[in-house]
């Protein structure tokens, strides 16, 4: 045993004299080294690690995978002179936005409530409690001061967002506390002398008492005042909230885009399940007669209620491309046999999409601006089946192009010279039919007119 801490002891040094004996320009720049190495890794190498042990399908191999990015990441931080709690933090943002943060967190369920409560019961042995009861007027009117600056921040965020009054409540006071990542920041700052250990014992004292009075806080809430506010908000009410109808399709988004989806199917006797989640919206559409819950489409207990393990359809008409993208994954992991299609609000749009594996994508500009093409056709003089076989073709040669475009989206100069042959070959289809259908008079509908329209 004394041999292992020797050795341990050892490597410890080694490990700090890769910083300590360099100059202190030398250290700074290995920090940023250390942490553009991560940066980098995580963008370029942690993706294809994961999808190669993904292939394995062992979820013990793809969480042991995960852990093992985690500690070496801290340990490239405590070999820079960083504290190793700021690399599992890196970490973690690092996985949290990779394409396989879903599985991630189901595999890593199991370990949350055993690590948070050690982290919780370490936090609490470094507390100084003393310093709580010896001046316990300063320390609480402090943690109220943060509390209440930080409540009234978020629910002016939460007013631009829109949230209803009770959901805007649970916002603020459910983040009204100081993170929990400030106890790191606070011994890191200790580490290299910001700070004082009086300050930083001062400090602990009051992020921790943010982080017990939130929860008060937030269960009073819960308690006695979103229920008098639901009873007065309708958008609020539980009642509201629960969905007992099943349908085949569940329309996600009820804005210009969806409400025309929405209402064209429900006037042929298609039912859909929507959701929407702008409070204001909801209301005026209920107004109108629509049935439209509340809720996000995003969170995967949403759907399940909505009925999307017995649905067939998924029609997301969301307006935020990064929550369709959350969709999206949400759907390939929860709900396989759903067919997602997707909304996009231009080309650009339909690129990321494509990236994810969506097959159904209806850029919402496409349709619109080459109707009004037909009718400037029509007022110039031309016939109304040529017109109709233009736009078809038109349509299917800008589908094609946008296959081939997306592989050189990031690339500006190749995107741009394969843009403009696709847009020369285009037009170049297009003067060709019609003058071929010139040549035919163009009196009537030709046989691969008749077939092509059926």
């Known amino acids: ?24 320009w030398a250290q ?14 995580g963008k370029y190498g942690f993706g294809p690690l994961l999808k190669w042990v993904s292939k394995s399908r062992l979820r013990e191999l793809f969480t042991a995978s995960a852990l093992l990015i985690v500690f070496g990441i801290s340990w490239l931080m405590q070999v820079v002179g960083l504290s190793p709690a700021l690399g599992a ?44 009861i010896a001046d316990p007027v300063t320390i609480i009117s402090i943690t109220l001061g ?29 983040l009204s506390q100081v993170s929990e990542f400030s106890f790191v920041t606070y011994a890191f700052a200790l580490q290299f002398e910001v700070i004082d ?19 008060l806080a937030s269960l009073a809430l819960d308690k006695f005042i979103i229920p008098k506010l639901e009873k007065e908000d309708p958008i609020t009410g ?40 702008d409070p204001d919206r909801i209301d005026f559409l209920r107004k109108m007669g629509f049935k439209v819950y509340f809720g996000d489409g995003s969170q995967v207990n949403v759907l399940k209620t909505a009925g999307a393990d017995e649905a067939k ?13 959350q969709v999206i994954e949400i759907c390939k992991e929860h709900f396989p046999q759903l067919e997602v299609m997707v909304r996009a609000k231009n080309r650009y749009d339909a690129y990321e999409l494509m990236e994810n594996g969506v097959r159904n994508i209806y850029r919402e500009h496409l349709d619109t601006s080459v109707r009004m093409g037909e009718d ?37 100069g190749e995107y741009i010279q394969n843009a403009k042959k696709h847009i020369e070959q285009q037009e170049n289809l297009l003067s060709g039919e019609l003058m071929k259908k010139f040549s035919l008079n163009d009196h009537a509908w030709d046989s691969d007119s008749l077939k092509e329209d059926s």
């Open 146 to 174: 943060i509390m209440l600056v930080k409540s009234l921040v978020l629910i002016l965020i939460g007013k631009l967002r829109k949230l209803s009054t009770g959901q805007n409540l649970s916002f603020a006071i459910g």
């Open 313 to 325: 359809i998924l029609i997301s008409a969301i307006d935020t491309p990064s929550q369709t993208l």
């Open 197 to 215: 250990m009086s300050l930083s014992d001062q400090l602990m004292a009051i992020t921790a008492l943010t982080m017990t009075f939130t929860p």
């Open 28 to 41: 700074t720049l290995s920090i940023f080294g250390a942490i553009g190495i991560i940066i980098l890794l």
């Open 376 to 412: 400037v056709l029509r007022k110039m003089g031309f016939r109304a089946h040529t017109i109709h076989r233009l736009a078809a073709q038109f349509k299917k040669y800008d589908e094609d192009s946008l296959q081939i475009l997306v592989n050189f989206k990031n690339d500006e």
């Open 89 to 132: 933090f890196i970490a973690g943002v690092i996985l949290a936005n990779s394409p396989y943060r879903h599985a991630l967190e189901s595999d890593l369920e199991p370990f949350k409530g055993l690590l948070l409560g050690v982290f919780f019961m370490a936090v609490g042995a470094t507390i100084n409690f003393n310093l709580i």
């Open 238 to 277: 539980k009642e509201d909230e629960v969905i007992h109808e099943k349908n085949q399709v569940i329309l996600l988004g009820f804005g210009n885009f969806g409400s025309t989806v929405g209402r064209f199917l429900r006037a042929n006797g298609v039912e859909c399940t929507i959701l929407d989640y």
């Open 1 to 24: 045993m004394a041999t292992v801490s020797g050795d341990l002891a050892a490597n410890s040094e080694v490990e700090a004299g890769l910083i300590d004996s360099l100059p202190t």
